[in-house]
């Protein structure tokens, strides 16, 4: 590309980037004689218009800012923007599916509708409904429209929050090559966590280490190669490319604010290195019925078993997690299209990806098992035990050799196994074909496609303990000849031996390594879902159908689409047993369709045009009938109205219903145990029961299944991680959604290159696809009673929900209540030459994107009182929700080949949600500052470098995070947890 081309490209870019569509309308309608026959179409409508507007707020980003960034993944550019909130990412590391989502609005990626030229994506894996944006070729995008007023009777009723649509090239010509290469830097000198790590260090050197001074890792490198030629006649294109990436990981370890896991102390006002119960030192939890007290917890020390010390005898987690996962990628694919004449243009877009993630967590342990599995219990005349152990644990309880102590369980951290690891990969092949062209002499034109897409999953997650073994393990014996043997081996049943096993010792010694290997199971599962669809649309104008107040004639668009969805799990015994610790329950294989026929049509009426107070009022009309295999049948429908009194000022407004069927995911997914986190109470305890003086009363407690001998005597769990059981269901209804928009577009003709665009989003979803949250259903049972929610907690051995799989809060798919959001959209764009400093001086373009968020409210079942998360974080609301957040960008165009972007990023403040310990109450506003610079080195070269998070800000950290989105004591899905980001690059042509 050229060197003027490249100027032009930024530019118009930056001019259009932050305003979206609502400045390329501007800039189109001050094109002179555009004609109809130059009609494009945008993303929100299949009727094509000679001037780019759109009745939606729509916001763009283009190539060149995905270069000026230097990011290597989509998710990263398109999450900058503050209508995204977090979704999977490759910052995610304990529940990674190990793809990439993208979330709008904050109301879920299952309600964000993924596009590329305006045609829909696969399901992005068996566990994860929402799109995976590893499909998307970085090096063929053109522009990124993302439309967030929701668009469900245009293009289907999951994109009730919006739709992102990736716009490839399909015009390329030539040959391109580009490369880059990008690591992260990290000055590690917060001088608070260099002495809580210190002061942990003295205690326990092998689970605490200062990270270095100064950490440069997570590199990462990105090819890519694009080659296109048009036909000769020119009516035609071929584009090939192929893009690979390599990612090296950034481990927790190696931050100094990451380097272990937070609890806070000194009343909640510092942070302290806490952890998980499950310790490289075997820890002990009576939940049985012997004398040493109900809910006691004791512990190995060398030879002998003393009281645990509950503020050394937590296992550090953290170092072991990524920051930044290690991936592999490889994305290749061709576009083709040729017109054969004006009715008949043949297209075509064939993708294939292959993709591989590793997702690593800290080594598994027998969490809560014993030798009767997950019941627990220790047998007496086990040879590992010491005589004081055996005193302690069974002669002083008045148990014989021959005995069990029941109901003691067995927590242990397998650290000489290594850390588990699922390394999951997905492979994805989809292919459109499709014709289009004027729809004989009628006037009107005509798009139908086909299109099939699979996508593969296979995952090996490593390390895992086998409950079933480690029970058959830990059940040692002395055989007749003195060897210490497994009991399953010494019995007088040989039909239940099993040869294989090797005795586990964690009482008295070092695990054999032959123990470590018969005791770790590998778990496969393997799983695909494919997509296949055919679509077929008639637009053009209504036979002449004109108001006599418009120069333009009626537009209409009427169509028809059939989509079958499928999904198949299929887990390995192991998983279907349930046969790991780590894993919660079993994972059961799954299978189920959805087929949906569509019947849709859009009408836009020009009212009046070109009179006084009217430049022009159009209104836009959308119905979309679906019908569902499962028997459900919905309505959609949108109406819009635009006005524009003057040339400068634009005014816009559209009501929106949509009616999503839950997906196959929903419906059918595997029912499993899975953790939730719980925020502390007054008394420091995550669970309202446990601990000597619980928080919640002894009939409250009662609800959720509490005995009164277990009252006061139940153990919480340190990390604040409990168990819940979730999963699809069958007999989903359909949820509803209604959305407003209001927006006003004012570009002064007094001001050359200045458009602001402000429009206000309101969104209402009732009989939500969820579930009742864990932690309210809890809080609802202690309060009530109400059956309704103390049918969902289920208390398992010794009261806990937490020690071993039999305790656990149903948190199934049901429709529940209801989700909503409002706020204001606020966009600006302005561009300016420097010609009054010199005349080599360049331009100067700014471009501000904002989101002031007014609500974010749910109601979790009928009746019960709405929660608010706007300005919070943690507990019930999750991730942060800043009030406001933006991205302002300005870039200045040389006249000697150079070019230079400085972009701004501001998320506000947030809060503890329901208040919490002084030093987690409130996560302090953040502000990165963003450099990139382009250097033309000759008309066919091009070389970018970069540097995000300029000023290696720290991001704000917690100890009340949770699992998931919350990672390494913050949120890096949200805030730049790493530290500098510095890449270099080259683009060369052909």
Not at 95 to 120: D, M
Not at 482 to 501: E, L, Q, R, T, Y
Request: include cysteine.
């Amino acid at each position: 590309m050229r060197r003027n081309t490249f100027k032009a490209c930024l530019m118009a870019s930056t001019l259009i980037g932050g305003i979206g569509l609502s400045t390329a309308s501007a800039m189109a309608q001050e094109e002179e004689g555009a004609q109809p026959e130059d009609r494009v179409v945008v993303t929100g409508t299949r009727i094509p218009s000679a001037n780019l507007v759109s009745t939606s707020p729509v916001t763009q980003i283009d190539a060149e800012e995905f270069q000026d960034r230097g990011v290597i993944r989509v998710e990263d550019m398109v999450n900058t923007l503050p209508q995204a909130f977090a979704g999977q990412g490759s910052n995610i590391s304990n529940g990674a599916t190990g793809t990439a989502t993208v979330n709008l609005r904050g109301i879920g990626a299952a309600r964000t509708l993924v596009l590329v030229n305006g045609r829909r994506l696969p399901y992005g894996s068996p566990r994860s409904v929402a799109a995976d944006l590893n499909q998307i070729p970085g090096a063929l995008i053109e522009r990124v429209e993302v439309l967030t007023g929701g668009a469900s009777a245009v293009y289907g009723s999951d994109a009730v929050a919006g739709v992102v649509n990736f716009y490839l090239d399909d015009n390329f010509e030539g040959v391109r090559f580009d490369a880059q290469y990008s690591f992260y830097q990290h000055t590690n000198d917060n001088s608070t966590m260099a002495t809580l790590i210190a002061n942990n260090a003295a205690n326990n050197p092998s689970q605490f280490r200062q990270p270095d001074d100064r950490v440069i890792d997570g590199a990462a490198t990105e090819l890519s190669g694009v080659m296109g030629v048009n036909t000769p006649d020119g009516r035609g294109n071929a584009t090939l490319y192929v893009t690979y990436r390599n990612v090296a990981p950034v481990y927790q370890a190696n931050r100094d604010y990451s380097a272990c896991a937070f609890g806070t102390t000194n009343g909640g006002t510092e942070f302290s290195c806490s952890g998980s119960s499950t310790n490289a030192v075997a820890n002990f939890l009576n939940v049985g019925p012997n004398a040493y007290p109900h809910g006691a917890w004791f512990r190995t020390n060398g030879s002998e078993f003393i009281a645990r010390d509950f503020t050394s005898d937590t296992f550090n987690f953290n170092p072991y997690n990524f920051y930044q996962r290690p991936d592999t990628r490889y994305v290749l694919g061709a576009n083709a299209h040729y017109e054969v004449n004006r009715h008949f243009d043949v297209y075509s877009e064939l993708t294939a990806m292959d993709t591989r993630s590793l997702a690593q967590i800290a080594p598994s342990g027998v969490f809560g098992g014993g030798v009767a599995g997950s019941s627990g219990g220790i047998n007496c005349n086990n040879p590992f035990l010491t005589a004081q152990q055996v005193n302690f644990l069974c002669t002083s309880q008045g148990l014989g050799p021959n005995d069990i102590a029941e109901g003691v369980l067995i927590l242990r951290r397998n650290v000489e196994g290594g850390p588990r690891q699922s390394d999951v990969r997905h492979t994805m092949y989809r292919g459109v074909f499709g014709t289009r062209g004027d729809f004989f002499n009628t006037g009107l034109s005509y798009d139908m496609y086909g299109s099939f897409a699979n996508v593969h999953m296979a995952e090996n997650y490593r390390n895992e303990i086998s409950v079933r073994k480690s029970s058959l393990a830990l059940n040692a014996v002395l055989d007749g000849g003195g060897n210490i043997v497994c009991a399953v081996n010494a019995d007088a049943d040989p039909s239940n031996d099993d040869p294989a096993c090797v005795p586990y010792n964690i009482f008295s010694g070092t695990p054999s390594q032959a123990s470590i290997n018969y005791i770790t199971n590998p778990l496969l599962q393997d799983g695909q879902t494919t997509q296949q669809i055919l679509s077929g649309s008639v637009f053009g104008d209504l036979f002449g159908l004109q108001s006599p107040a418009a120069d333009t004639p009626v537009a209409f668009a009427v169509g028809a689409e059939y989509r079958r969805d499928s999904l198949e799990l299929l887990p390995d015994a192991n998983y279907q047993a349930g046969d790991g610790f780590g894993q919660g329950g079993p994972t059961t294989p799954v299978s189920g369709s959805q087929d949906v026929y569509e019947l849709f049509t859009e009408l836009r009426v020009p009212i009046i045009e070109g009179r006084p107070g009217f430049e022009f009022l159009n209104a836009e009309f959308a119905y979309r009938f679906s019908s569902y295999s499962s028997g459900v049948e919905t309505d959609t429908y949108k109406a819009a109205l635009e006005w524009s009194p003057v040339p400068d000022l634009r005014a816009r407004a559209s009501l929106q219903r949509a009616v999503r069927a839950a997906n196959v995911i929903e419906l059918f997914s595997t029912q499993s145990i899975g953790l939730f986190d719980l925020s502390s109470g007054a008394n420091g305890n995550y669970d309202p029961c446990s601990g000597p003086v619980p928080t919640a009363t002894l009939a409250q407690c009662a609800n959720t299944g509490v005995t009164a001998a277990q009252y006061g005597n139940i153990a919480d769990n340190p990390a604040g991680q409990f168990n819940q059981l979730t999963g699809g269901n069958p007999n989903l209804a359909p949820e509803t959604a209604d959305t407003i928009t209001l927006g006003l577009i004012f570009s002064p003709e007094f001001i050359p290159g200045l458009t602001v665009s402000v429009d206000y989003f309101d969104i209402q979803v009732d009989d939500l696809v969820g579930t009742i949250p864990p932690s309210q259903a809890l809080a609802e049972c202690l309060a009530t009673g109400d059956a309704a929610f103390c049918s969902l907690i289920n208390r398992g051995n010794g009261g806990t929900l937490w020690a071993n799989q039999t305790g656990y809060i149903i948190a199934t798919n049901i429709n529940t209540g209801s989700l909503s959001t409002d706020g204001f959209d606020i966009n600006a764009v302005y561009g300016m030459d420097l010609d009054f400093i010199g005349p080599n001086a360049g331009s100067l373009a700014f471009d501000l994107v904002g989101t002031y968020l007014n609500s974010l409210e749910t109601v979790s079942f009928p009746g019960a009182a709405p929660f608010d998360c706007v300005g919070t974080y943690g507990g019930q609301c999750g991730t942060p929700n800043p009030e406001w957040r933006h991205k302002f960008r300005a870039t200045w165009t040389s006249a000697y080949d150079f070019d230079a972007a400085l972009t701004w990023r501001h998320f506000a403040s947030v809060n503890q949600f329901g208040g919490g310990a002084a030093i987690n109450a409130t996560l302090d506003a953040q502000n990165y500052f963003d450099l990139s610079g382009n250097w033309y080195a000759s008309e066919d070269m091009r070389l970018r470098f970069g540097v995000n998070n300029i000023l290696d800000s720290e991001p704000p950290l917690s100890s009340a995070v949770g699992a998931g989105f919350g990672n390494g004591n913050t949120f890096p899905q949200v805030y730049d947890a790493v530290g500098r980001y510095i890449f270099a690059g080259i683009t060369v042509d052909f």
